[in-house]
């Protein structure tokens, strides 16, 4: 039921690999929170009409309310890169996607708080086992290796990204990417405690069946309480990625400034028919 807050993040994920991701994440919605409500919980069959109604409710928000944010915030972005980006802009793009995701949060957090008021011991013990089970593969996917080797695997990753929006990336461009990722603080060890910490709250305010009442200022500030290190080195580094987001637009080529574009037109085209769903 935790998942009702997440649909967000799952379009996200899908703006990464295209706009038929977009599609097929959001028509099956309903099936991916249901069964992350029960991979994570355990629910059981008496909370299930309940539960279906629920994430019935927070689509149909999402669909009216977020959606046509969306489409407008993508056909902004593209004009924004047709135009060559400044630091501004780039700026621009967190906050509102920082912005778009507490709203969904929030909304999520509203359908979700009776439900998870009325969680059990075992599906609490069930859901501490889920974070366990989490924490692990974080460990696995971000934390093994030495340093080197940790930011080795952040620069390929980067470029990967990088290369999903705007075509393969020149030796000079690579090379923007390389200096950013070896002056920019390394993070996962600092966002890996964060997480524990956020997941220590969670379970205690389940615990408590004190979701209804708290839930949802929780959910949207995520970044409140960090440890000063982290607080510190999460702008450093979000400085430095701005620095060379912004110095890597001017070495675009107009074939790769169009595929950029294009890919947010997509997107926008996508969420706005996504909305007569």
Not at 217 to 228: G, L, S
């Amino acid at each position: 039921m935790r998942r009702l807050a997440l649909l967000a993040a799952l379009t996200a994920l899908a703006l990464l690999q295209g706009c038929s991701a977009i599609r097929v994440v959001y028509s099956n919605a309903d099936t991916v929170i249901r069964w992350q409500a029960k991979s994570y919980f355990d629910t059981h069959d008496s909370a299930s009409e309940e539960l279906d109604q629920r994430i019935s409710a927070f689509l149909g928000w999402h669909r009216a309310v977020a959606l046509p944010q969306y489409a407008k915030v993508a056909m902004e972005a593209a004009a924004r890169v047709e135009g060559g980006l400044t630091r501004a802009d780039v700026d621009w793009f967190y906050a509102t996607l920082e912005a778009q995701a507490r709203e969904g949060l929030r909304a999520g957090a509203a359908e979700a708080a009776l439900l998870l008021d009325r969680l059990e011991p075992d599906q609490l013990q069930h859901f501490e086992q889920r974070l366990g089970e989490e924490n692990r593969k974080f460990e696995r996917e971000n934390l093994r290796g030495g340093p080197a080797e940790r930011r080795q695997r952040r620069l390929k990753r980067s470029i990967e990204r990088l290369e999903d929006w705007f075509g393969n990336l020149a030796q000079e461009q690579k090379a923007l990417v390389q200096r950013y990722n070896d002056n920019a603080p390394m993070l996962n060890e600092m966002r890996d405690r964060d997480r524990r910490r956020r997941q220590v709250e969670l379970v205690a305010m389940l615990r408590a069946r004190e979701a209804r009442r708290r839930l949802a200022d929780w959910a949207v500030a995520w970044d409140r309480d960090r440890e000063p290190a982290y607080a510190a080195a999460f702008r450093e580094w979000r400085t430095a990625y701005t620095g060379m987001i912004v110095a890597l637009d001017k070495t675009l080529t107009a074939e790769q400034r169009r595929a950029a574009a294009a890919r947010l037109r997509g997107f926008a085209a996508d969420f706005e028919q996504l909305q007569r769903r």
